[in-house]
């Protein structure tokens, strides 16, 4: 009996069935007996018929099932109905991140307890970035201040608190030496919000500015950085500490704030971050981000664009929305990579350094590569 | 499927002289487990006792209810009680932004928001910052007599409360409120959020390339 007793509170699930002298027949408890129905939805369902005891491993392995058809080919919902999620269409598959690489970017992260966007906000880059590449070193985009944010955004799945733990007096070190440790020449820093703190946060993040251009002059420094409730101090504080490239992303246009954003951010505060650290310091490239997919229109998109142009930000991002959670905003649309060429071109028309657009571009995606290759770009062309 | 079930068997005869008891391992597919009993009982108990037998197995698979609490909500420290607790629950309903109403059971002790994720309710962005009072995401609108039973709200909740769209004199933050037996059969309504979703979205501009 004591063994049934730990056996009880020990296994935590369990079935059982009663049985009286009298034979009742129902037996109580049968939820034990797991269906084979309530397997996840097969995507192969409308097109192949599944065998009735279901896929063997080389059916996957052989790559019968897989759906890397042309997105022209593609005859999924791209713009979502109601009560609908839309599944993922082809051309935003991305391969599982591995590798040696990999392993050990995360095992330095880990010894120096440093943090990520990449994997807290599970950037589908994760594997290509982080794997490097004959090309290109591996690369990684710290955060700053902690894992966990003050603010709860709908898009966002960064972990949030309303008393996050306190900075970690070390980061700034830890972080300049990791990155000395990759080897690389561009950099790209991003940080929490931190409404918690007084400065929010401006101060740390400008000391590991600092910091990581004392050990290497020659890096460049792109910090993404929040929009510290609007205190024009502190974004001068982080102007002046010696990076590169301002960056603050505005994430969608002008009507979807308030959905999409935190209600605590807003267009206005953010447009202000980006004009006042060009004011305070003029040969500063500023740079933003929008996502796309969240239900706005084209001529939304047209005016954010030019909104921003106006305030002179110089680097523009547009990617795809991708719900991270169940939590998230559902994605309203998946844009096609046409259309994001689309996009680039109008980017270019505007007058932006450059605008990068697909449906994988991210704020600091490939950010050494586009602004390094427009830099050489645009001083053989002043040459010329 | 053959499941290793563990057989406990005891008697007590009238007389009160005897009390048997067998324990039993064996592994079998739970149509056989019920004839088992049976003769595991009639062969170790005499007729004239009375007796109680049950097989228990520890399933290999977990139910589906409970796989979602399992990878969904890491906090509770055993499921298998949610499961015995099947006449303790409480209804809620709840209308959607476009006017569908949900009805779904919870358990008492659950809050609002815990309802909306466990059960997958189709509210979009609902608890982006995880019940943690750092957003207003959770927002929801009691009838006025539900509203005055509910618990005190805390500061904290009304500084979330005031940044939320759309906040009415009966509004809540779904992650403070935890359903009672009191709360029976209430129904809240989800605020419309800032973007009206039946704006009509210019089709044939978005996507086209």
């Given at each position: 009996?004591?063994?049934?007793?730990?056996?009880?509170?020990?296994?935590?699930?369990?079935?059982?069935?009663?049985?009286?002298?009298?034979?009742?027949?129902?037996?109580?408890?049968?939820?034990?007996?797991?269906?084979?129905?309530?397997?996840?939805?097969?995507?192969?369902?409308?097109?192949?018929?599944?065998?009735?005891?279901?896929?063997?491993?080389?059916?996957?392995?052989?790559?019968?099932?897989?759906?890397?058809?042309?997105?022209?080919?593609?005859?999924?919902?791209?713009?979502?109905?109601?009560?609908?999620?839309?599944?993922?269409?082809?051309?935003?598959?991305?391969?599982?991140?591995?590798?040696?690489?990999?392993?050990?970017?995360?095992?330095?992260?880990?010894?120096?307890?440093?943090?990520?966007?990449?994997?807290?906000?599970?950037?589908?880059?994760?594997?290509?970035?982080?794997?490097?590449?004959?090309?290109?070193?591996?690369?990684?985009?710290?955060?700053l201040?902690?894992?966990?944010?003050?603010?709860?955004?709908?898009?966002?799945?960064?972990?949030?608190?309303?008393?996050?733990?306190?900075?970690?007096p070390?980061e700034p070190y830890?972080t300049a030496?990791?990155?000395?440790?990759?080897?690389?020449?561009?950099?790209?820093?991003?940080?929490?919000?931190?409404?918690?703190?007084?400065?929010?946060?401006a101060e740390h993040f400008a000391e590991t500015v600092s910091n990581l251009?004392?050990?290497?002059?020659?890096?460049?420094?792109?910090?993404?950085?929040?929009?510290?409730?609007?205190?024009?101090?502190?974004?001068?504080?982080?102007?002046?500490s010696?990076?590169?490239?301002?960056?603050?992303?505005?994430?969608?246009?002008?009507?979807?704030?308030?959905?999409?954003?935190?209600?605590?951010?807003?267009?206005?505060?953010?447009?202000?971050?980006?004009?006042?650290?060009?004011?305070?310091?003029?040969?500063?490239?500023?740079?933003?981000?929008?996502?796309?997919?969240?239900?706005?229109?084209?001529?939304?998109?047209?005016?954010?664009?030019?909104?921003?142009?106006?305030?002179?930000?110089?680097?523009?991002?547009?990617?795809?929305?991708?719900?991270?959670?169940?939590?998230?905003?559902?994605?309203?649309?998946?844009?096609?990579?046409?259309?994001?060429?689309?996009?680039?071109?109008?980017?270019?028309?505007?007058?932006?350094?450059?605008?990068?657009?697909?449906?994988?571009?991210?704020?600091?995606?490939?950010?050494?590569?586009?602004?390094?290759?427009?830099?050489?770009?645009?001083?053989?062309?002043?040459?010329? | 499927?053959?499941?290793?079930?563990?057989?406990?068997?005891?008697?007590?005869?009238?007389?009160?002289?005897?009390?048997?008891?067998?324990?039993?391992?064996?592994?079998?597919?739970?149509?056989?487990?019920?004839?088992?009993?049976?003769?595991?009982?009639?062969?170790?108990?005499?007729?004239?006792?009375?007796?109680?037998?049950?097989?228990?197995?520890?399933?290999?698979?977990?139910?589906?209810?409970?796989?979602?609490?399992?990878?969904?909500?890491?906090?509770?420290?055993?499921?298998?009680?949610?499961?015995?607790?099947?006449?303790?629950?409480?209804?809620?309903?709840?209308?959607?932004?476009?006017?569908?109403?949900?009805?779904?059971?919870?358990?008492?002790?659950?809050?609002?928001?815990?309802?909306?994720?466990?059960?997958?309710?189709?509210?979009?962005?609902?608890?982006?910052?995880?019940?943690?009072?750092?957003?207003?995401?959770?927002?929801?609108?009691?009838?006025?007599?539900?509203?005055?039973?509910?618990?005190?709200?805390?500061?904290?909740?009304?500084?979330?409360?005031?940044?939320?769209?759309?906040?009415?004199?009966?509004?809540?933050?779904?992650?403070?409120?935890?359903?009672?037996?009191?709360?029976?059969?209430?129904?809240?309504?989800?605020?419309?959020?800032?973007?009206?979703?039946?704006?009509?979205?210019?089709?044939?501009?978005?996507?086209?390339?």
């Open positions: 009996m004591a063994l049934v007793k730990n056996s009880f509170l020990g296994a935590g699930r369990f079935s059982c069935t009663l049985l009286r002298l009298q034979f009742r027949s129902e037996d109580v408890c049968v939820n034990g007996v797991t269906t084979a129905a309530q397997s996840p939805l097969n995507p192969t369902d409308k097109k192949k018929k599944v065998p009735e005891d279901g896929l063997k491993l080389q059916d996957f392995i052989s790559g019968d099932l897989s759906e890397k058809s042309q997105w022209a080919q593609y005859k999924g919902d791209l713009k979502r109905q109601k009560g609908e999620r839309l599944r993922l269409p082809p051309w935003l598959k991305t391969e599982i991140p591995i590798g040696k690489n990999y392993n050990k970017l995360k095992n330095t992260l880990r010894h120096l307890n440093l943090h990520t966007v990449c994997e807290e906000a599970r950037c589908p880059n994760i594997g290509e970035c982080w794997g490097g590449g004959e090309y290109s070193t591996a690369t990684a985009t710290i955060m201040m902690g894992d966990t944010c003050t603010r709860g955004c709908r898009f966002c799945s960064v972990k949030t608190a309303r008393k996050p733990p306190p900075l970690d070390n830890n030496e990791a990155i000395a440790d990759w080897g690389l020449d561009y950099v790209v820093l991003t940080s929490v919000d931190r409404d918690d703190l007084a400065d929010g946060g251009k004392q050990r290497n002059p020659k890096i460049l420094v792109e910090c993404l950085t929040p929009d510290f409730r609007g205190d024009l101090a502190s974004v001068a504080r982080i102007a002046l010696g990076l590169d490239v301002y960056a603050h992303n505005v994430e969608t246009v002008r009507e979807l704030q308030r959905h999409v954003r935190d209600p605590r951010a807003n267009f206005d505060q953010s447009l202000s971050v980006l004009r006042h650290a060009k004011a305070v310091k003029p040969s500063l490239v500023t740079k933003t981000s929008i996502m796309l997919g969240l239900g706005e229109t084209d001529d939304q998109i047209q005016a954010t664009m030019s909104e921003l142009r106006e305030m002179g930000v110089d680097c523009l991002t547009l990617g795809q929305y991708m719900q991270p959670t169940k939590r998230h905003l559902k994605v309203e649309e998946y844009v096609t990579p046409e259309k994001f060429a689309y996009w680039e071109k109008v980017g270019v028309e505007m007058g932006f350094t450059y605008t990068a657009s697909g449906p994988l571009v991210r704020s600091s995606y490939k950010a050494g590569e586009f602004f390094l290759k427009n830099l050489i770009h645009k001083r053989r062309t002043a040459s010329d | 499927m053959n499941k290793q079930y563990y057989i406990c068997v005891w008697g007590h005869c009238d007389s009160g002289t005897k009390t048997l008891f067998r324990f039993l391992s064996l592994k079998m597919s739970s149509a056989c487990i019920r004839r088992t009993l049976v003769a595991v009982s009639q062969s170790f108990i005499p007729s004239s006792c009375n007796f109680l037998a049950f097989g228990l197995h520890f399933s290999p698979s977990p139910a589906a209810r409970d796989r979602q609490t399992a990878y969904t909500n890491n906090r509770r420290f055993s499921s298998f009680t949610r499961i015995l607790r099947s006449e303790n629950k409480v209804t809620v309903n709840f209308i959607n932004r476009d006017g569908q109403k949900i009805t779904v059971k919870a358990a008492p002790g659950d809050s609002l928001l815990d309802v909306v994720i466990e059960q997958n309710l189709d509210i979009d962005g609902f608890g982006a910052c995880e019940g943690t009072l750092a957003c207003s995401t959770c927002h929801l609108i009691f009838e006025e007599d539900v509203y005055n039973k509910l618990g005190p709200i805390t500061d904290e909740e009304m500084d979330m409360l005031d940044l939320a769209y759309g906040l009415t004199d009966t509004s809540r933050l779904g992650c403070q409120i935890c359903l009672t037996k009191s709360l029976e059969g209430i129904t809240v309504r989800v605020p419309d959020s800032a973007v009206d979703i039946r704006q009509p979205t210019d089709a044939g501009t978005s996507s086209s390339a």
